[in-house]
């Protein structure tokens, strides 16, 4: 039985929009359904990242499941100051980066950007199984099932583990929630995080609990 879960992502995780986070986003709804004491390290303009770091941090803590809703595959985490920073397109936080701009408008490029993001994935769902942490994936965004056909990008999506990856190639959370209410920054509010708690709980059970 799980008792301690971690849930890690970007705004959408965070509950960026809602009236109260730390009670109606959807790893406190899905706490609140199963009696589980979760974490929320969801960040606004959180990128893979961050989630990757911050999932290695936390391992060590022993949480019995580890939700991970995958960011945009354009943001990416840099040092600063001594402070960690996400960098996102047309974000207000890389608009005070000089080069931002030029490296967005230049230099980056999408399908690297996803076989980046497809490592980070295999990297993270490899190293779970090796410690025998039970894990969920499942992508934030509707663009990241969209894959350039590549064969280097082929290969990577045929070593992801389907089992652990609620929507993998098919939906996302905002794919889940387009029917819902959102914010005027495009976030799923109250009803859509019931929507996103249910779907992942049922996905629990299903894979874990039954």
Known sequence: ???????????????????????????????????????????????????IRVAFEELDNKYDLIIIAWSQTSRFEIMQESKYRDVSLNCPIARNFKWAEEYYKYYYDAIDSYRKWLQQVILLQNYMEKINQPYIFCNAFSDMSNFPKTPIIDKLVSKVDSKYYLGW?????????????????????????????DKINKFIHKVYLN
């Not at 971690?6 to 009670?23: D, V």
């Not at 005027?184 to 996103?196: A, N, T």
């Open 1 to 51: 039985m799980f008792k301690r879960i971690l849930c890690i992502g970007c705004s959408i995780t965070y509950g960026e929009e809602l009236r109260s986070p730390s009670e109606s986003s959807w790893p406190s709804l899905l706490g609140q359904l199963n009696g589980w004491e979760v974490t929320n390290a969801g960040k606004y303009r959180s990128s893979n990242d961050r989630i």
């Open 169 to 197: 190639m098919t939906d996302s959370i905002l794919d889940w929630t387009k029917s819902a209410p959102r914010g005027p920054g495009m976030h799923p509010l109250e009803e859509g995080h019931i929507i996103i708690a």
